[in-house]
């Protein structure tokens, strides 16, 4: 029995355990590993990737259903003699080959994805009209390199934005301005300082999880309540940097009411050096109950560091975001020498610029709103009311996804392809687990604003049939 090294990539679109799936297939058709091999248990695999172990059983499942591995009682998984099933072509590995998810999106009817926006809502005709504007307006100096931070109209936008729609009370010189939430978790890399422990809660947002890892940063994760993050168990981990989600967590849905948002405040404000990382994920859709102001607004230690983005309300090819430096972080950034170059263009700044001031933006979240409030009253009802012996809804009443919990016994992987076997999408929670966590082992998640009210409704029925089977 060999152990594996295999490469994980966890902001590729393939689920991490398609990719383990496709390390080992790989490796037999290769002939690399051998008829009859062991492989390492689904505990111990998932040790060594740091993975859940539901995400290997999974691999390890689809594997035994393709006829690639056997699975043994009491003994473990064994590699199948595939002669003559299969013939691998040496030119197959200089060929191009389609991802396994770009196939399995091919083979679907439709798709749960948590990453996507109603393309139908985009303001084309506005857009277009601001673009012709911006460019028959311009002079030479549109053209060249701009401030490093982003620029100043742009930024005055975005901070009297954020007062009037989250509270939060900042002066344009302490924004910064990138392309996407990455390039700004790479600049902040610049600034904390290393030796420190940053505290993530689990499940979270991998993406952000690895940005972290690559910079050399220490992460460690707690588990959350009903709440969000415990403070209490916060307090026990010694970290100084803490990376939350208050308005909605992903993937768990969970909005953190005002009284956890003053304990988290005040566990900052304790000891000097303590940050939080608010990334205000989905804060812009809100559909029960008045919205809560951004923890950033409540922040009298200026010990706040506020993170959005334009590409979730607006779409993710756009990929313009912001972060809300505390002062004296960003006259640490403003002291480096040969500060980094803004990654968004000036002329995408200007449009933006335009659609925040002339409240174009204001009236896109408003008709937004409306189409996401109208796809998930569906979806809530009819989970409710024909799906409640199956699954029980949580992280409603907030951003474009839900997460379901099955009473009925089933489990995780079993939803998952039972789904996929039916031509529909859905994402287990484990996906989103940096560690193995028990507790998600029977959970799914559903995004509905790609999909249309009568394909959801096609979904929804369709999956109520292939779940509620023993």
Request: some cysteine; glycine content about 8%.
């Amino acid at each position: 029995m060999q152990e594996f090294m295999i490469p994980l990539n966890s902001k590729s679109e393939l689920p991490l355990y398609e990719q383990i799936c496709e390390y080992i297939k790989t490796e037999i058709q290769q002939g690399h590993l051998k008829a009859e091999e062991k492989l390492p248990s689904s505990r111990t695999l998932a040790k060594s990737l740091s993975v859940s172990r539901s995400t290997v059983e999974l691999s390890y499942d689809q594997l035994v259903s393709e006829g690639y591995l056997e699975a043994i009682p009491c003994k473990g998984y064994y590699v199948c003699n595939i002669q003559g099933l299969y013939t691998f072509s040496k030119k197959l590995g200089d060929e191009k080959r389609i991802s396994k998810k770009e196939e399995d999106k091919a083979r679907s009817d439709y798709d749960f994805a948590l990453n996507g926006i109603d393309a139908q809502g985009f303001p084309y005709n506005i857009w277009q009209k601001l673009s012709r504007r911006v460019l028959k307006e311009a002079d030479s100096s549109l053209f060249q390199l701009g401030n490093p931070c982003g620029e100043q109209g742009f930024r005055q936008a975005v901070a009297d934005y954020l007062y009037q729609a989250r509270g939060v009370h900042c002066n344009l010189e302490q924004i910064l301005i990138g392309a996407g939430n990455d390039y700004l978790l790479m600049l902040l890399g610049t600034i904390l300082d290393r030796s420190k422990t940053i505290i993530m809660e689990d499940p979270t947002y991998l993406t952000a999880y690895y940005d972290f890892l690559h910079m050399g940063f220490q992460v460690e994760t707690i588990e959350q309540d009903n709440n969000g993050l415990s403070v209490r168990e916060l307090e026990k981990t010694g970290g100084e940097i803490v990376y939350v989600m208050p308005s909605h967590q992903f993937p768990m849905g969970t909005v953190m009411p005002l009284s956890r948002r003053m304990e988290l405040l005040s566990w900052a404000g304790e000891k000097e050096g303590r940050y939080i990382i608010e990334d205000d994920y989905d804060s812009e859709f809100r559909y029960k109950g008045k919205p809560i102001p951004a923890l950033k607004g409540f922040d009298n230690h200026d010990c706040v560091i506020y993170m959005g983005t334009f590409s979730k309300s607006l779409a993710p090819s756009i990929r313009v975001s912001y972060m809300v430096l505390p002062v004296r972080l960003m006259k640490q950034y403003q002291e480096q020498k040969h500060l980094f170059s803004v990654t968004v263009s000036k002329v995408d700044q200007k449009i933006l610029e335009l659609f925040l001031q002339e409240g174009y933006y204001q009236r896109h979240l408003n008709k937004m709103r409306g189409i996401y409030k109208g796809k998930h009253d569906f979806l809530l009802k009819y989970l409710r009311e024909e799906m409640s012996q199956i699954c029980q809804v949580s992280g409603e009443y907030a951003g474009v996804h839900l997460l379901l919990t099955f009473c009925n016994g089933l489990t995780e992987q079993e939803a998952v392809i039972r789904a996929k076997a039916a031509g529909i999408l859905v994402y287990g929670l484990s996906e989103y687990c940096v560690y193995g966590n028990p507790n998600t082992s029977c959970k799914v998640l559903l995004g509905y604003a790609c999909m249309r009210e009568e394909e959801l409704s096609q979904a929804v029925k369709t999956l109520k049939k292939v779940w509620e089977k023993k």
